[in-house]
């Protein structure tokens, strides 16, 4: 089994859920609302376990009852949060918009979040026991740089999804072995609107990128490899919020068991398709009979 360390965020999402999403200035009556455990970093947390990963999570919730729900989804997924610190702030919360089109749109207010911006005593030795260390961007870049020059200096494989995009400092790509941005996210680090134009100027900074593009797939690319692109099964999407966590969960633990990239990338497509047939993000990540279920069919 592969041992997974995740350093990032945990929010309470607060989902509405509607028909169109309101434009600027607008308001629209919802059908139904919802209040679902979140974060990128919990949420990669939870589609590793799910997937078959032992998995840790660094990171911090607020002393309140988003908290200790928070905590107590991470933990009746198979989580240890023995590194998830309890903190005198609110918990982070995104208030996301759904569309009848499985569409979202998300506004994250970090909370508790916010203070994790240095790794606390134990973190280090516990990402050096680990075989992969998941990095996003919802917490202090201070953090996701310490935690991945910690991984580089221990040998960890280090995997980092920036979300949301912002400039990537050169100290934090020396020390991330993949980079996995969605399309837009590709775009807004490179300028370059073509995915595989995007891929090929990451490569400059980082041995290995896989770029997500949502019902089209994903596509891959490393130094001295040829591309690989792989479709993702088609269905019906009811919710997004979470595929690109749930894919990338599922991909770590694919590789980490030495699954060839290609089926690994197919595998973690397969998860992501049976996440967005369902409502929120951590609810609705699949296990790993689920999985290889889906990816059988």
């Known amino acids: 089994m592969t041992d997974i360390v995740v350093l990032g965020s945990t929010n309470m999402d607060l989902v509405a859920y509607v028909e169109k999403a309101p ?12 209040t679902i455990p979140g974060g990128k970093g919990a949420n990669q947390a939870i589609a590793a376990a799910h997937a078959g990963g032992i998995v840790s999570m660094i990171g911090a919730v607020g002393n309140d009852s988003f908290g200790a729900r ?26 996301i918009v759904v569309d009848d089109e499985g569409g979202n749109a998300i506004v994250v207010v970090p909370g508790a979040n916010g ?14 026991s680990a075989d992969a260390l998941l990095l996003q961007l919802e917490v202090p870049l ?43 996210e ?16 990451l490569l400059e900074s980082v041995p290995e990128v896989v770029v997500t593009l949502g019902a089209a797939g994903s596509l891959y690319l490393a130094r001295g490899a040829d591309p690989v692109e ?42 992501a398709a049976l996440s967005v ?3 929120g993000a951590s609810a609705s990540m699949p296990y790993r009979s689920e999985i290889d279920k889906q990816y059988a069919s």
């Open 115 to 128: 203070t994790v911006d240095h790794l606390a005593p134990g973190d280090e030795g516990l990402i050096a």
């Open 186 to 201: 590709a775009t807004a680090l490179t300028g370059r609107t073509d995915p595989r134009e995007a891929a090929a100027a």
């Open 142 to 184: 201070a953090a996701v740089v310490a935690g991945a020059e910690a991984a580089r200096a221990h040998g960890v494989r280090t995997i980092l999804t920036p979300a949301p995009a912002r400039p990537l400092p050169p100290e934090l790509l020396a020390a991330v072995d993949l980079l996995v941005p969605n399309e837009h």
């Open 277 to 279: 047939q369902r409502p």
């Open 70 to 95: 928070l905590r107590s989804t991470l933990e009746h997924s198979g989580v240890n949060t023995d590194h998830l610190r309890t903190v005198e702030s609110p918990s982070g919360t995104a208030h």
């Open 230 to 271: 792989v479709p993702a099964p088609r269905v019906t999407a009811v919710d997004s919020t979470g595929a690109g966590d749930t894919f990338v969960g599922a991909l770590v633990v694919a590789r980490g068991e030495d699954l060839p990239m290609r089926e690994a990338l197919a595998w973690a497509a397969a998860a």
């Open 23 to 34: 434009q600027r200035g607008e308001t629209v009556t919802g059908r139904e609302f919802r």
